[in-house]
């Protein structure tokens, strides 16, 4: 498990995969500001919804490389044959994806608070919402990722299957920062663990349809 | 429907040679094998564990070889993958590429080195798809000596392939 948790970061960080992550995040947070124009007292009010949509929009951009080459390449077949379960390699996948990106993305948010202005208050609990809501966002990934893979134009329907999923990820964590407070951390927090609960599973089922 | 009313057993030290034109349903005959694909009709009984080495290198490009095999060693639950990687590379005269990622070598090579997985993997049962495929004829008889290894020392080995191998005493399955 550990071995296959490490062979997917290292591809993460070979590929670029995790930094390029890390420079959509800043580069989505960036052109709010040039796009709502550069009121300060807006800019504070829509500051951690911004953060939120670039992490979701960040978490979406590597799906299509999260299953599909492991499937092209046989290595499935090869986990399969040595009768390890698809739901461990989808497992392992998540939470090798989430050490890819959520450490880096959550150092990014404190450069992408400064850029939008956001008080220490708000950006702690942007920076805890993140903490609760990035393993959701990398189950997502994962199983979205076995969900495309093989099909052709695979990104495009990657986004339209994983962004209404993240819907109440995205409402719960914003919420959180808009007056929701703890309540809304505790609901992000239950949304959370049961997607990462469930999504091993679904990538599981779509990986061995996928390898028919 | 590939085919149909194929049936055969295989013991210790057995092998079985399975034939046929291109698309008649050889690499889908291993896939069954191997359990990854579910026939429509009739079971497969397996007992030992099963290697495959299929059309697929399965091996991560930009590692050298060593260490790609060393990932697969690895999952095998065997003890010592190092020296059995080791082995498997002297086996198959790949020693000399040990260090050279997957990326940089050639066909014939890439599938000495699939079948250096199976070696390594030290499997009762090898499931073999083309494994001449781009080999030449040096390869080749280290191939057919690698088989004959595994046949002595209890093993089984299901190879599909349109290319003439000398496996000695060989049930064989035309389809």
Request: avoid cysteine; charged fraction near 15%.
């Amino acid at each position: 498990m550990i071995a296959l948790i490490l062979r997917d970061m290292r591809r993460a960080y070979a590929s670029g995969g995790a930094t390029l992550i890390v420079a959509f995040f800043l580069l989505v947070a960036i052109l709010f500001p040039f796009a709502v124009g550069p009121d300060q007292k807006l800019l504070m009010r829509i500051g951690g919804g911004v953060i939120w949509a670039a992490a979701l929009l960040a978490a979406l951009l590597p799906v299509e490389r999260l299953v599909a080459p492991d499937l092209d390449s046989g290595t499935l077949d090869q986990f399969a044959v040595r009768g390890v379960s698809m739901a461990a390699v989808a497992a392992a996948k998540i939470v090798a994806h989430w050490l890819a990106f959520a450490p880096p993305l959550m150092a990014a948010t404190i450069a992408a608070a400064g850029l939008l202005d956001l008080s220490g208050e708000t950006l702690l609990t942007v920076e805890i919402g993140l903490v609760l809501g990035t393993p959701a966002l990398a189950a997502l990934a994962v199983a979205t990722g076995a969900l495309v893979a093989g099909l052709r134009g695979a990104g495009a329907i990657a986004g339209l299957v994983m962004l209404p999923l993240a819907i109440p990820l995205l409402i719960f964590g914003a919420g959180a920062i808009e007056g929701g407070g703890v309540g809304g951390l505790k609901l992000l927090a239950a949304t959370s663990l049961l997607i990462v609960a469930g999504a091993p599973f679904v990538a599981a089922a779509a990986i061995r349809a996928g390898m028919e | 429907m590939l085919f149909e009313q194929r049936s055969f057993a295989l013991a210790a030290g057995d092998a079985l040679l399975v034939t046929g034109a291109n698309g008649a349903g050889k690499s889908s005959l291993i896939r069954v094998a191997a359990g990854l694909l579910a026939p429509v009709a009739g079971h497969v009984a397996v007992e030992g564990q099963r290697a495959l080495l299929a059309e697929a290198a399965a091996l991560d490009a930009e590692r050298a070889v060593a260490a790609a095999l060393g990932f697969w060693a690895r999952l095998d639950a065997r003890p010592a993958p190092d020296a059995r990687v080791a082995a498997a590379l002297d086996a198959l005269d790949l020693t000399a590429l040990a260090d050279v990622p997957v990326r940089l070598l050639s066909t014939g090579q890439r599938r000495r080195v699939g079948l250096a997985r199976v070696a390594a993997s030290e499997a009762d049962i090898w499931l073999l798809d083309e494994p001449a495929n781009g080999l030449d004829t040096a390869a080749v008889a280290r191939l057919e000596a690698l088989i004959a290894v595994q046949r002595a020392r209890g093993g089984i080995v299901l190879v599909a392939t349109h290319q003439p191998l000398a496996l000695a005493g060989a049930q064989e399955i035309r389809l």
